[in-house]
């Protein structure tokens, strides 16, 4: 992929860009094994590779510059806007929804939020891309001094962007590296958008958390649910459950499935998709992962865990390990936080792994990885 940001050096986010993509791969999968100490007697699938551009579903963009001139992108070292409206790791459907927010941003006269010196309004805008196109759209304000005017000239921008299915306002009034604030106000009557993901329409909401690659994500939930099938598991837990990705891919007829997940609108999002696909047997709760697990009186026969970066933590893990689960599926995005759970369940062989490269161009990368107990 070549990228006129990175040439003139005004961006440099995808780091290895300079590196030739088969050599990115193959650097990734020795770092894991590396990381996880290459464990003996491990089968690696190859690994999962990614389109090298128009991969990423989710656009998180920095707004700056003026009313007049905005720049969405990001900020350079001085805080100053720098416009990446040309980016090309997004597909079409979300590149094209640029410049008509750009133009938006002038007609309800939305003042970028300006950091040297803490004035203005709008800090960022959030565009997520459907397999089909849809598009949901967050504007992140820093309060609801301009809600009103966004409301008012909303429908041009529909007019504009007419795959725009679900847009929302989100308020973050601190001045700090944060994305997103507590605050969601729905400004369309459809508030989901459809991530159709091997033929299930996963339903997610503003505030949801997807993976950023729909295609690897695809791939990453075929491989669980054939791991999950080849063992005939009749109940599954999947913590941190997310919008229901793996649980709802896992669910069977017969098979008794419940996901939970500190978020309840990721809860809300996985009961709605698992209404829609008439998928029985699966239940989803909004609570803590691990006050779950340790207050259970029984086991499953799998435990799907796919933590944040930080991983599982060591309670978690060592509950796993002295449960008598028989099988864990662990997907991670960071192999280091991978290796130090592995450390607390000795009980639990690695026995299966497989890299994805779910973020092409940097060091980062998912490892879906199915242990049994010795």
């Not at 080849?230 to 997310?242: F, H, M, N, P």
Request: glycine letters at 8%; one cysteine or more.
């Amino acid at each position: 992929m070549r990228c006129g940001y990175f040439d003139a050096g005004v961006c440099r986010s995808c780091t290895l860009l300079a590196q030739p993509y088969p050599e990115q791969v193959d650097a990734q999968a020795r770092h894991v094994r590396t990381v996880l100490g290459d464990p003996a007697g491990v089968v690696w699938l190859p690994t999962v590779v990614s389109a090298e551009s128009g991969f990423r579903n989710k656009a998180k963009m920095v707004v700056a510059g003026t009313v007049d001139a905005p720049t969405l992108g990001i900020l350079d070292g001085h805080g100053h806007g720098v416009d990446l409206q040309g980016c090309p790791l997004y597909p079409p459907a979300v590149t094209s929804a640029f410049a008509p927010l750009a133009a938006f941003v002038t007609r309800a006269r939305l003042a970028p939020y300006d950091v040297p010196t803490r004035t203005g309004e709008l800090k960022h805008v959030l565009v997520t891309g459907s397999p089909d196109g849809e598009l949901l759209v967050r504007f992140v304000l820093r309060s609801t001094e301009a809600l009103a005017r966004v409301r008012k000239h909303l429908p041009s921008l529909q007019a504009d962007l007419p795959h725009l299915v679900v847009a929302s306002v989100n308020v973050q009034p601190a001045h700090a590296a944060v994305l997103e604030g507590d605050r969601e106000i729905p400004l369309t009557e459809r508030q989901t958008l459809r991530m159709r993901v091997n033929g299930l329409d996963l339903h997610l909401r503003p505030r949801s958390f997807f993976q950023t690659n729909t295609d690897v994500a695809a791939a990453l939930y075929r491989q669980a649910a054939a791991w999950a099938d080849e063992a005939r598991v009749g109940t599954v837990w999947d913590l941190y459950c997310g919008v229901g990705g793996f649980a709802l891919h896992l669910a069977r007829p017969g098979r008794q499935v419940v996901g939970v997940e500190t978020s309840a609108e990721a809860v809300a999002s996985a009961e709605h998709t698992a209404h829609d696909a008439g998928l029985p047997g699966t239940r989803f709760l909004a609570g803590d992962a691990t006050a779950y697990a340790l207050a259970a009186d029984d086991v499953p026969d799998l435990v799907v865990v796919n933590p944040p970066r930080r991983g599982l933590g060591e309670p978690l893990s060592r509950w796993l390990g002295t449960s008598g689960v028989p099988r864990v599926l662990y997907s991670s995005c960071h192999p280091g936080s991978l290796a130090r759970d592995l450390a607390h369940m000795p009980s639990l062989r690695l026995v299966r792994a497989q890299v994805l490269d779910m973020f092409p161009h940097t060091h980062h990368h998912e490892v879906l990885t199915l242990l049994e107990r010795v």
